[in-house]
Nanobody, 122 residues
C-alpha cells in the first residue's frame, strides 16, 4: 500500500517536497516512480528510481528541477520539486513495481498511491 502526501498550493518559482510512504516488508525490492495527471490529460511519467537508488530517471520537462530519492529503511520515496511553474499543476501519484530498473510507462507499475494535488499559481 502506498500513501502519497505533501501536495498543496504554491506560487510559481516555489518548491514542494512530496512523500510516498509504503507498507509491506519488501519495499527495497521495488522500483518506485512518480507520475502526474492534469485535468483532461493522460497520466505522464515524472521520475523514477531503482531498488538501490542508484538509477534515477526524469522526464525532460522536470530534469534539473525535480529530484527523486528513497529511504529504504524508512520505506519512503520522495520527490523534491523546485522552480515550479503552472504546467506542473496536477495530481501526483507514486507507484511501485517489483523490478530492478524503473519503468517510465504507467502500465508497467503494479501498485499505486491515491495521489496528492499540486497546484502552482502564477
Amino acid at each position: 500500500q502506498l500513501q502519497a502526501s505533501g501536495g498543496g498550493l504554491v506560487q510559481a518559482g516555489g518548491s514542494l517536497r512530496l512523500s510516498c510512504a509504503a507498507s509491506g516488508r519488501t519495499f527495497s525490492n521495488y522500483a518506485m516512480g512518480w507520475f502526474r495527471q492534469a485535468p483532461g490529460k493522460e497520466r505522464e511519467f515524472v521520475a523514477a528510481i531503482s531498488w538501490s537508488g542508484g538509477i534515477t530517471l526524469y522526464a525532460d520537462l522536470v530534469k534539473g528541477r525535480f529530484a527523486i530519492s528513497r529511504h529504504n529503511a524508512g520505506k519512503a520515496v520522495y520527490l523534491q520539486m523546485n522552480t515550479l511553474n503552472s504546467e506542473d499543476t496536477a495530481v501526483y501519484y507514486c507507484a511501485a513495481v517489483g523490478t530492478f530498473l524503473p519503468p517510465k510507462t504507467p502500465r508497467a507499475y503494479d501498485y499505486w498511491g491515491q495521489g496528492t494535488q499540486v497546484t502552482v499559481s502564477s
